[in-house]
């Protein structure tokens, strides 16, 4: 990985770890992260590992599972190292990069009514913290309008 790479990757990393609140953002982070690593298809792709075998089929089949495998572990060892600790004990039984991201999205993808009225309560009662700059409150207020269009809330002309 160039050191530009490696840059971009440690500003990601920045980010705040997956809370159980933060999912949506999150999400794409580590898909930004993965892609720049050269290891994003490990969501997508699962191969087993093969029985014994002599043939240059087998070989080639070999060396594709070994390049997955290590693909993998760098995947998962990203999604664990991005999550509070105690989301990380509770999805590191998983074994493939694709198990977990699929278990993480059953968890905190979509929109519930639960999730939507806490963000709706969140916007509702944000007010201006007063050691935050106008810059700090509007970034706030960006992100909690994104977060609402994000689960296709429409916002009325009064909010």
């Known amino acids: 990985m160039t050191s530009a790479s490696k840059n971009i990757v440690a500003e990601l990393n920045k980010g705040e770890k997956l809370n159980g609140d933060n ?70 039984k998983y074994e493939t990069t694709q198990e977990m991201w699929l278990a993480l999205k059953d968890k905190f993808g979509g929109t519930s009514t639960t999730k939507l009225r806490r963000i709706m309560i969140k916007f509702d009662s944000y007010r201006k913290c007063p050691n935050h700059t106008m810059r700090q409150h509007l970034k706030e207020m960006s992100n909690m309008v994104r977060e609402l269009q994000s689960v296709e809330h429409v916002l009325t002309d009064e909010q």
């Not at 930004?32 to 029985?51: G, H, P, V, W």
């Not at 190292?81 to 590191?92: A, G, P």
């Open 23 to 92: 999912y949506d953002i999150w999400h794409r982070k580590i898909q930004y992260i993965l892609e720049e690593q050269e290891i994003l298809k490990a969501l997508n792709n699962t191969l087993t590992e093969l029985e014994q075998g002599n043939t240059a089929q087998h070989r080639r089949d070999l060396e594709a599972y070994q390049a997955w495998k290590k693909k993998n572990s760098n995947a998962r060892i990203t999604l664990l190292s991005n999550m509070q600790d105690h989301f990380m004990c509770e999805y590191e």
